[in-house]
């Protein structure tokens, strides 16, 4: 258990669905991220958010939009996917960005295993 | 730029048997090095961390040195269980510039 939570844990969707995916970290941290991982792919990072201000955008298609209503919930809203986009989608935390110190390190939740047909 | 390099996988021993999983990195100052593991079905926990050259992280019986002098990071064990079968993926990050590098992991199937 490390305190960032994801839910659901599994979504199957058709390609003309809206879905969401939820996720809450009870750690107190500033900041927090969704990355994608897809089979034999390194993970991407997709979103960074920090104070609830979305500091990082990795290019990513308008299909994914991020929602960060405040510091401890992370929403990643779903609409017209592709198969492609089929993965399993991780969301971390950590105390912020722009912390200095050395060592500090994300937490990551179980992640939402997204199927798209 | 920053970023990891991992032994590719899948690696596959038996049961007893002594581990290594390379890690190699280049980066702009200097970093923090992680390993995290991710067990089938989950996402990814942090295995053990170093800060600084000569550091070493170990957890759960895993070892890793900070070597500055070589870039590396080798995650070693000595004698891996069938519970050790997981992804485990090398990390790096530089002070004051999250997020994490990642490397692209690498599976370890232990069997008895």
């Known amino acids: 258990e490390t305190g960032v939570t994801q839910t659901p844990r599994h979504l199957v969707m058709g390609m003309t669905n809206k879905k969401s995916l939820k996720c809450e970290q009870h750690l107190g941290h500033n900041a927090m991220y969704w990355y994608k991982q897809s089979a034999k792919k390194p993970l991407e990072l997709m979103f960074v958010?920090?104070?609830?201000?979305?500091?990082e955008n990795n290019s990513v298609p308008s299909r994914f939009s991020p929602e960060c209503p405040n510091s401890s919930h992370l929403f990643l809203h779903l609409h017209t996917l592709q198969p492609e986009d089929s993965a399993l989608y991780l969301c971390a935390s950590s105390q912020d960005i722009l912390r200095g110190h050395l060592g500090d390190t994300q937490y990551f939740g179980p992640g939402t295993r997204l199927t798209v047909l | 730029g920053n970023s990891v390099t991992q032994m590719e996988g899948p690696v596959t021993l038996s049961e007893e048997a002594f581990l290594t999983i390379n890690c190699t990195y280049t980066?702009?100052?200097?970093?923090?090095l992680f390993w995290y593991v991710q067990y089938p079905g989950e996402g990814l926990q942090l295995l053990l961390k170093?800060?600084?050259?000569?550091d070493k992280g170990s957890n759960k019986g895993f070892e890793a040195t900070y070597r500055k002098e070589t870039t590396s990071f080798h995650l070693e064990k000595g004698s891996v269980q069938v519970s050790d079968s997981a992804v485990y993926f090398c990390?790096?990050?530089?002070?004051?510039?999250?997020?994490?590098?990642f490397g692209k992991g690498t599976r370890l199937s232990v069997i008895a």
């Open positions: 170093a800060t600084k050259a000569d």
């Open positions: 990390a790096l990050n530089v002070a004051g510039n999250t997020p994490l590098v």
């Open positions: 980066a702009t100052g200097y970093p923090s």
């Open positions: 958010y920090n104070f609830k201000e979305q500091t």
